[in-house]
Nanobody
Framework: QVRLVESGGGLVQAGGSTRLSCAAS???????MGWYRQAPEKQRELVAQ???????NYADSVKGRFTISRDNAKTTAYLQMNSLRPDDTAVYYC?????????WGQGTQVTVSS
């Protein structure tokens, strides 16, 4: 069992920045950590992923604006979000792949005002 604790987000003005954090419980090896988001009345979508070796993957809509990273212990992931736009408004969920199973955080709201 993996517990994920998210932090960050909130209300940000368009063009501003914020950072999300996701900490996984325990000293465990996690292959993939990532962030998804779900806007009202829309499907959940992948925002960014990072593998334990460092390779990253981004949604086209956030490339060049968002950066995903992990700490040295590789149990905490960060999502630096710059040049935010109103259409980035959503609930952001941390997700990890551990031992062949996906685990999800509780979600954190990011609201970008115009």
């Amino acid at each position: 069992q993996v517990r994920l604790v998210e932090s960050g987000g909130g209300l940000v003005q368009a063009g501003g920045s914020t950072r999300l954090s996701c900490a996984a419980s325990g000293s465990i090896f996690i292959d993939i950590m990532g962030w998804y988001r779900q806007a009202p009345e829309k499907q959940r979508e992948l925002v960014a992923q990072i593998r334990s070796g460092g390779p990253t993957n981004y949604a086209d809509s956030v490339k060049g604006r968002f950066t995903i990273s992990r700490d040295n212990a590789k149990t905490t992931a960060y999502l630096q979000m710059n040049s935010l736009r109103p259409d980035d408004t959503a609930v952001y969920y941390c997700a990890v792949l551990y031992s062949g199973r996906n685990y999800w955080g509780q979600g954190t709201q990011v609201t970008v005002s115009s």
